[in-house]
Structure formats: structure tokens, C-alpha cells
């Protein structure tokens, strides 16, 4: 059963930081491209950034590139997104993505809100 499961969304002020986590389980985790997408409020989704199997690769939109960075730690099943110096166009619902050649997974989302 596949599971992935985002969290660490909340309400911040501009400027602020937040760190988003994504656990995932039910497939080999090590073995497949992570990546996160957003969708705001009346909008598509979109890509944010993503990370290869082992770390060694990363590529950002160049809307966040700068001040978000995804990184993965394969021994504990997680995906993370440090986001920094965050703006009000960053809020969405911020998602989850496993790809491999063949599968893709989405986990449900979790909300981000910058806001003064």
C-alpha cells in the first residue's frame, strides 16, 4: 500500500521559513526521483523542485530557486522542502511525488499559507 504523507504546512509570516517533511512507505523508496509541485488557490499545479535517487542531483523552479531546497534522507523513507524568505505567491498546497520509469505517487498535500 503505497503511502505518501506530507507534513510540517502551516501559516507563516513573509519572510519566514518553514520545513515541509513527505514519509513515504509501500514501494523502495531509494530507487525512485522525489519531487514537489504546488497548487495555489484558482491555479495548476506546478513543479517546484526535485531530487534524484541518491541526492546527488537537484533542479528547482525559478520561482523558488534560491530560497527552497529539497533534499531526501533514503534510511529514514523522507523527502524534505526547506523553504526560506518565503513570499504570499508561495502559498498553495504543497505535494508530494515519487517517479520511477514507470509508477508516479502523490501524496494528498499539506497547506502552506504566507500571509501578514
Known amino acids: 500500500q503505497v503511502q505518501l504523507v506530507e507534513s510540517g504546512g502551516g501559516l507563516v509570516q513573509p519572510g519566514g521559513s518553514l520545513r515541509l517533511s513527505c514519509a513515504a512507505s509501500g514501494f523502495t523508496f531509494s530507487t525512485y526521483v522525489m519531487s514537489w509541485y504546488r497548487q495555489g488557490p484558482g491555479k495548476e499545479r506546478e513543479f517546484v523542485a526535485s531530487i534524484t535517487r541518491t541526492g546527488s542531483i537537484t533542479n528547482y523552479a525559478d520561482s523558488v530557486k534560491g530560497r527552497f531546497t529539497i533534499s531526501r534522507v533514503n534510511a529514514k523513507n523522507t523527502v524534505y522542502l526547506q523553504m526560506n524568505s518565503l513570499k504570499p505567491e508561495d502559498t498553495a498546497v504543497y505535494y508530494c511525488?515519487?517517479?520511477?520509469?514507470?509508477?508516479?505517487?502523490w501524496g494528498q498535500g499539506t497547506q502552506v499559507t504566507v500571509s501578514s
Open positions: 511525488k515519487g517517479q520511477n520509469g514507470v509508477n508516479s505517487y
